[in-house]
């Protein structure tokens, strides 16, 4: 446990944090980070690894909070919980983000319950996928606050956001706010609920997703946006 960051990790400095074959799990914050807190000049490495049942009681990251560079490969982040990003969230500056081969499922947020991207590095997320996670609001699988995230041959799909008594919230899969532009590349969207009834598999604020704007789509299938 952690009275500020970093249940199970926290880095920071010039050097890259390198976590691999290994498991980070049931650790708490009492801010961002319940497992993991990095904010390293050198962008930093989880591979092969498992980030499961961490929590952040305060703000964000319930999984990993980044704020650096940081690669996720051959890695699953599984039933981990926070305000935003209950996997990961990535905010800040323009640290690049690569997500490869990698699982997130059972996270849950009340935004982004998968993931949040709040920031305008260059995001790259390929052949992975995210399933199974819920937001109580916006997001289900991602939640995509700033930035032109490209997302390549990766799944969303049983994922649930909003909130069925005040109906509040969208995107089961993947929401977009205003001003961050995704691009779909060979990527699946699909069978994810949406308790608002907006937009059960992508949501782009203020109105629903088109092919043109603000999601860049190309050989991608997308269920249901209106």
Do not use: K
């Not at 649930?160 to 990527?187: K, Q, Y």
């Amino acid at each position: 446990h952690a009275d500020f960051f970093g249940g199970g990790l926290y880095s920071e400095g010039l050097s890259a944090t390198v976590v691999t074959s290994s498991s980070i799990a049931n650790n708490t914050a009492d801010q961002d980070g319940g497992g993991l807190w990095l904010s390293t000049s050198i962008p930093s490495l989880i591979e092969r690894s498992l980030i499961s049942g961490n929590t952040s009681s305060g703000d964000r990251g319930g999984g990993i909070y980044s704020q650096g560079g940081l690669s996720i490969v051959e890695s699953s982040i599984i039933d981990n919980g926070a305000r935003t990003g209950g996997g990961l969230a990535q905010a800040g500056g323009d640290n690049p983000l690569t997500i490869e081969d990698s699982t997130f499922s059972g996270n849950n947020a009340l935004d982004g319950g998968g993931a949040s991207l709040d920031h305008l590095g260059l995001t790259t997320i390929t052949q992975a996928t995210f399933s199974g996670n819920t937001a109580n609001r916006d997001g289900g699988g991602l939640l995509v606050e700033r930035g032109s995230p490209q997302l390549n041959h990766s799944t969303f799909s049983q994922n649930t956001a909003g909130n069925a008594s005040t109906l509040e919230g969208s995107g089961g899969g993947i929401r977009v706010f205003i001003g961050a532009t995704p691009d779909l590349s060979h990527t699946i969207v699909g069978d994810n609920i949406d308790h608002s009834g907006l937009a059960p598999d992508v949501s782009a604020n203020p109105h629903p997703v088109t092919l043109e704007d603000p999601v860049d789509l190309s050989y991608s299938l997308i269920g249901d946006t209106t």
